[in-house]
């Protein structure tokens, strides 16, 4: 299960950090990422973390926004500097990876996390 933390309200140029936590029995995170859906447009991808390999941002976002990792604790972090109001969107976290299925035996999963809101004023 994912929780989503953080958004909120920023003006533009300001920053908000959001956060997404992962609970239950967790082997192994694969990957874990933040996608973004604004009203009126498809869902975009804002920044995905394949662990030991590549961290993949969205073109709208690169330079601005930085994800970072505290695997003990299991959370992720989306720290989003430099807020423009094209950044309003409801956000939400993604994970995917291996759990514990019956007799512990590891079985994947991929969840979302509940939406968070974040709205950047002009």
């Known amino acids: 299960q994912l929780q989503a933390y953080g958004g909120g309200l920023a003006q533009a140029g300001g920053s908000l950090r959001l956060s997404c936590a992962a609970s239950?029995?967790?082997?192994?995170?694969?990957?874990m990422g933040w996608y973004r859906q604004a009203p009126g447009k498809e869902r975009e991808l804002v920044v995905d973390m394949i662990s030991g390999g590549t961290t993949n941002y969205g073109d709208s976002v690169k330079g601005r926004f930085t994800m970072f990792r505290d695997n003990p604790k299991k959370t992720a972090y989306l720290q989003m500097n430099s807020l423009k109001p094209e950044d309003t969107a409801v956000y939400s976290c993604n994970a995917a990876g291996e759990t514990a299925g019956r007799g512990g035996f590891p079985r994947p999963f991929d969840s979302w996390g509940q939406g968070t809101q974040v709205t950047v004023s002009s």
């Open positions: 239950g029995i967790i082997y192994r995170i694969n990957r």
